[in-house]
């Protein structure tokens, strides 16, 4: 199959979901997930009217953005070392991946010598596997609460990645509860978090996810077809 064709069956796939999620599809926004592939397959997404990319390296995005700028939105997704920061500060657009008070410092930092503001959301593990990165509900709070008046930080949504499953019925319980958190913390923190932002679901599981709340989905496989993403 084409990409053009795998395209048009994902964005179909998730009108369905938005429907039977009672959600306006328009307001379901898809991130192409692009790590491993190449400008020319980026720029074929561009020009099928794709506005959003994923990467979880910071090389790989860096180098990328050299090649197509602000012809789309950038978003890092994949965890962010403190120290990797100042290379990506003036690329991102948002950052799915905020997940310590240490990160969201030196991104305020980061941003401040420039005079940007980074829309961020923060990475919970809400399934509690251990070998997955993002904070536990309990800890999503106290770093809203310690992170409150920083001006170059803000906060804009949650973002999990639920277990892989064979079946993906399995993980509407973990989008459902992100939701609820995400709604539970909104009424405490808003304006200052605006919440605006569900960043969750996945090629297995975006469907799901978008019958539960999600409104940024983060797509790969899907679209572009088995990569070895490695580790
Ligand atoms: C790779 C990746 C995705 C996309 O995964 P697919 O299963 O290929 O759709 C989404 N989110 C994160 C954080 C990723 O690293």
Request: proline share 2%; glycine share 6%; charged share 30%.
């Amino acid at each position: 199959m084409s990409i053009e064709a795998r395209l048009n069956t994902t964005l179909d796939r998730i009108k369905e979901a938005a429907v039977r999620g009672e959600q306006k599809h328009e307001e379901v926004r898809l991130i192409a997930v692009t790590k491993t592939v190449d400008i020319d397959v980026m720029q074929q997404l561009i020009d099928l009217g794709v506005r959003d990319m994923g990467e979880n390296k910071v090389q790989e995005l860096t180098r990328k953005y050299e090649a197509l700028g602000n012809k789309v939105k950038w978003h890092m997704i994949g965890h962010l070392q403190r120290n990797k920061v100042k290379y990506i500060i003036d690329k991102v657009d948002f950052i799915h991946s905020l997940d310590s008070y240490a990160l969201a410092l030196e991104i305020e930092k980061q941003a401040g010598k420039i005079n940007r503001v980074i829309e961020c959301l923060i990475q919970v593990n809400i399934s509690g596997e251990e070998s997955k990165y993002g904070l536990t509900p309990k800890a999503t709070e106290g770093l809203l609460e310690k992170i409150k008046d920083l001006s170059h930080v803000q906060i804009v949504g949650l973002m999990t990645m639920a277990p892989y499953v064979d079946n993906p019925e399995e993980t509407r319980m973990y989008f459902r509860d992100l939701k609820i958190l995400s709604s539970t913390l909104e009424k405490k923190y808003g304006p200052t978090a605006t919440m605006k932002y569900l960043s969750m679901g996945m090629t297995n599981d975006f469907q799901i996810a978008i019958e539960e709340g999600s409104n940024l989905v983060r797509v790969g496989t899907a679209i572009l077809g088995e990569r070895n993403y490695g580790k």
